[in-house]
């Protein structure tokens, strides 16, 4: 696609329940990154992939949330047994390259998820 | 703790005045140094960047500035316009060193340009 799409959009669900949020990357693109942003902060880094490799996972707040890239593509961000402090923007982006990449990163609009 | 802050949350110009936001940062393994902007309900744009090697960068209307020896870096827009109005970003990543890809943000300041 075009840019960044990442889904869903806005997801809504309750305490202790598993959820899934999907990010699909600018085609081509080598790293991909995933934040979290809570209202009136900045993006707080989660992790970030090159191609289907996890370099870096240490802004991962807990080991309820993890994420994957099988095929160095499309990646999961999965957050099990929520809790209602997990409520934020999840931001995902991509880059052209990697690590030493100083180029821009692209970010979706972002997947909204609120825990009750 | 903190590695990038931006301590003013909000900013107020006159349409065609200069904007000037601040940036410090606290790792002095950050070489690399961009903006962000961000309008609502949509994801951070891309806006200018700047390496370490350099102290200043300018496209256009904008212009960053880096003060390595204060480990501060401001962003000028001049002039300003209404348009400019956005929450603005500064990111900061180690390069040559450390996490290379961790690009870490400051909690962002919002400016508005009043006509």
């Known amino acids: 696609g075009a840019g960044v799409s990442q889904s869903p959009r806005y997801k809504v669900t309750k305490r202790g329940q598993d959820v899934a949020l999907r990010c699909d990357p600018i085609?081509?693109?080598?790293?991909l990154y995933w934040y979290r942003q809570a209202l009136g902060q900045g993006p707080e880094f989660l992790t970030y992939f090159n191609y289907e490799a996890q370099q870096d996972k240490s802004g991962l707040p807990n080991d309820r949330f993890s994420a994957e890239r099988p095929e160095g593509s499309i990646s999961t961000l999965t957050i099990q047994r929520t809790e209602q402090r997990d409520s934020a923007m999840y931001r995902c982006a991509s880059g052209e390259s990697g690590g030493a990449y100083t180029g821009e990163l692209f970010f979706g609009e972002g997947s909204r998820l609120t825990v009750l | 703790d903190q590695q990038v802050k931006q301590n003013s949350p909000s900013l107020s110009v006159q349409e065609g005045r200069i904007s000037i936001l601040n940036c410090d940062y606290t790792?002095?393994?950050?070489?690399?140094f961009l903006w962000y902007k961000k309008y609502p309900a949509e994801g951070p744009t891309f806006l200018i960047s700047?390496?370490?090697?350099?102290d200043k960068n300018e496209d256009g209307r904008f212009t960053v500035f880096l003060n390595k020896s204060a480990k501060h870096l401001s962003l000028h827009i001049v002039p300003s316009q209404p348009g400019d109005s956005a929450v603005y970003f500064c990111?900061?990543?180690?390069?040559?060193?450390?996490?290379?890809?961790?690009?870490?943000f400051g909690k962002g300041t919002k400016l508005s340009v009043k006509p």
């Open positions: 700047i390496s370490s090697i350099k």
């Open positions: 990111a900061a990543k180690a390069v040559r060193g450390g996490s290379q890809g961790n690009l870490i």
């Open positions: 790792n002095s393994m950050f070489d690399y």
């Open positions: 085609s081509g693109h080598v790293s």
